[in-house]
């Protein structure tokens, strides 16, 4: 049994923004001390169907993503690494990094989504909420006052 719900925390990050989001809602919410940080980032793939961008594109907003990580934690106050992932399902592949880690909890920042994105692509806040192996922190985002 861990030690700690926050001793090892997957973070998915979708973009960005999402990272932006995320990182300043992991600082407020999370004690640097004993909790180390696997943020993921996963290239949806097609699985038949034509991928949303091309990939070279996508690994660069990956790469892009992941800038914005270092330079938030690059200090070092937070234990971090973050991985790639390539997959048909976001939820799939983060509860796979989740596995891989032992990670005590997935915790994430949900994206404003319209209605019908959410029922073309799913709702990755569904997938994430209802996995059944890992416990599930879904830190408020900040607001503009904060």
């Known amino acids: 049994m861990p030690g700690s719900l926050t001793e090892r925390v997957v973070v998915p990050l979708a973009n960005e923004d999402d990272a932006t989001n995320s990182l300043s809602a992991i600082e407020q919410w999370f004690d640097p001390a004993g909790t180390k940080l696997t943020f993921v980032h996963v290239i949806e793939k097609g699985g038949g169907a ?3 961008a091309p990939l070279g594109a996508r690994e660069e907003q990956a790469d892009r993503i992941f800038d914005i990580v270092e330079a938030h934690f690059g200090s070092g ?3 971090v ?3 790639l992932r390539y997959g048909t399902s ?3 592949e983060v509860v796979a990094v989740a596995d891989a880690v032992d990670a005590t909890v997935i915790a994430f920042t949900p994206r404003d989504h319209t209605i019908l994105s959410k029922l073309l692509s799913g709702n990755l806040t569904t997938g994430i909420v209802s996995n059944e192996r890992f416990p599930v922190v879904v830190l408020p ?3 503009d006052d904060e």
Do not use: C, L
């Open 81 to 83: 690494e973050t991985t």
């Open 90 to 92: 976001v939820t799939d």
């Open 77 to 79: 106050e937070f234990a």
């Open 50 to 52: 034509p991928d949303k």
């Open 141 to 143: 985002p900040q607001t």
